[in-house]
């Protein structure tokens, strides 16, 4: 391998030197910043005039050569990479796998290098030699490369503080150092010593790209983009929740990022709830994973409402959030069954108030079939107001109504009351309901008389009349007996 590379340096310092002597010879220097741990180009394009007058011939012979000067190996020329007539290619070992030119290019006279990932070492100059037909090409580029280091590294938790350094290959140190977050420089509260950014307490705002622009003496400006990762809690969030009574609740404590993802696995969490004021309960808290801690809180009451926090903590730093249950019940002014013409007020009350809130009322299970008249007449809807006023009631306004409690980003949560009227149930009942009752009391009398004709025809059978009087006319009658025994006979009759 040495002495392949030590034939292929001699015979391109043979070849740069008759290139750089010979008629065909043209020269393209440029300038390129890359960041350590990216992709990078080193352009090497033929002009469009040549491209015109030469497109028919690269493929004659057609060899490329790229080969880096100075560098870690001191050497004057470092081969990088060989493309062969036929199409083979040759890597350095420190290279292979790294640095390559792509064959679909050549025809649009592109023979750019391609390095991916690039390291800090392989700054320096590279130039490259292509050879096609009788004509030669010839490209410089110089590379330097740039970095952002993060101390301590890997992703901060809220409220740790971390030192961005910016680095560059550029062998003289910068002028004029700029940090910018979202194209906007940085707020007062960062401090800039020489090449480092340094946050005391970071916080989520934080996370995302941060750009190093560095300027140096020679009119050269590097810059490089790094992507600060800060945990915490996940946006959107909503710091109130509503919930109506006798429903469940969910609370959503969500990371913005899973901490396992970065080999976190020291992670803690439970729930605190705050009732007037004073820490009463410590909650089991349900999750599925690193990221999503969620209390489910199966029937919720009147005595559930308040303060809720959640605490999180990682790597010994606890991070908390607030989450406030507003609990959402509807009071009629008449308690129980209210009779027609009544004045019933049904008022939405909320355990907690942001003062942003505003209340809607609908009828979504009316009792009446003409569901118009439930949204007429004596109805008034209060916009802006949580009572709703019903002067006088009527049949059509019994069923179910919602309260709807709105917000700036829309509806927030609801809850239901049914409305039963006293007098208006049965005529009020569906007509399918009707005709079921209507068949069931038919079908309850027929049964009825069946049983009582069957329990008579029984007694009957059972236990037959008699009458002694005609079987004594009947003995009377009977012929063959003397006047002494009818004459008794006789006298027993008008006894009877």
């Given amino acids: 391998m040495i002495a392949l590379l030590l034939f292929w340096t001699t015979a391109l310092s043979l070849q740069l030197t008759n290139a750089k002597n010979g008629a065909h010879q043209t020269v393209e220097e440029q300038r390129v910043w890359a960041k350590e741990g990216g992709r990078t180009a080193l352009p090497c394009h033929l002009s469009p005039q040549k ?6 011939l690269l493929y004659k012979g057609l060899t490329i050569r790229w080969v880096r000067h100075g560098g870690s190996s001191h050497k004057e020329h470092q081969l990088v990479l060989v493309v062969e007539p ?21 025809l649009s006279g592109n023979f750019s290098l391609q390095i991916e990932p690039l390291l800090l070492d392989d700054a320096g100059t ?28 890997g992703p901060r938790v809220e409220s740790e503080p971390v030192t961005l350094t910016c680095n560059s290959t550029h062998p003289k140190n910068p002028t004029q150092i700029c940090w910018f977050r979202d194209l906007v420089p940085t707020s007062g509260r960062f401090c800039s010593p020489d090449q480092s950014l340094f946050i005391s307490k970071t916080s989520k705002r934080d996370s995302g790209p941060w750009v190093c622009e560095l300027v140096f003496a020679d009119g050269e400006i590097a810059s490089v983009t790094h992507n600060l990762e800060v945990l915490g809690f996940a946006e959107p969030s909503l710091p109130v929740v509503y919930t109506a009574a006798g429903s469940d609740a969910h609370l959503f404590c969500i990371l913005n990022f899973n901490p396992t993802d970065y080999g976190i696995s020291e992670v803690a969490s439970h729930w605190r709830y705050m009732a007037r004021g004073v820490q009463e309960t410590r909650y089991t808290l349900h999750h599925g994973n690193k990221r999503h801690f969620i209390l489910h809180l199966p029937v919720v009451g009147p005595d559930d409402a308040g303060q809720y926090i959640c605490e999180i903590a990682i790597r010994g ?31 939405c009350n909320l355990s907690f108030s942001t003062g942003n809130e505003h209340f809607q009322w609908k009828q979504i299970d009316a009792v009446s079939t003409n569901r118009s008249e439930a949204s007429s007449g004596s109805v008034k809807v209060l916009n802006g107001n949580r009572t709703l006023e019903l002067s006088r009631v009527s049949s059509n306004e019994a069923g179910t109504w919602e309260c709807s409690v709105h917000g700036p980003d829309g509806k927030m949560g609801s809850a239901q ?53 005609l079987d004594k006319i009947v003995t009377a009658a009977s012929p063959g007996k003397g006047s002494k025994d009818g004459d008794q006979e006789q006298k027993v009759l008008q006894i009877e």
């Avoid at 420190?94 to 064959?103: F, G, I, K, L, P």
């Fill in 51 to 56: 491209l015109e007058s030469s497109s028919r």
């Fill in 86 to 106: 036929s199409g083979l290619k040759k890597q350095v070992l420190t290279m292979m796998h790294r640095a390559t030119v792509w064959d679909n290019g050549f």
């Fill in 126 to 153: 590279y130039e490259a030699i292509v050879k096609y037909s009788s004509e030669v090409w010839y490209c410089k580029v110089k590379l330097g490369v740039v970095s952002v280091t993060a101390n301590p590294p």
């Fill in 317 to 347: 730093i606890t991070i908390t959030k607030n989450i406030t249950l507003a609990v959402i019940t509807v009071s009629p002014s008449i308690e129980g069954l209210v009779t027609e013409g009544s004045h019933l007020l049904l008022t």
């Fill in 417 to 469: 009351y049914h409305l039963a009227i006293a007098g208006a149930q049965i005529a009020s009942l569906p007509p399918i309901m009707t005709e079921r009752i209507a068949f069931g009391l038919i079908l309850f009398l027929l049964v009825l008389v069946v049983i009582i004709l069957a329990l008579t025809f029984l007694r009957r059978k059972m236990h037959p009349r008699n009458f002694p009087a």
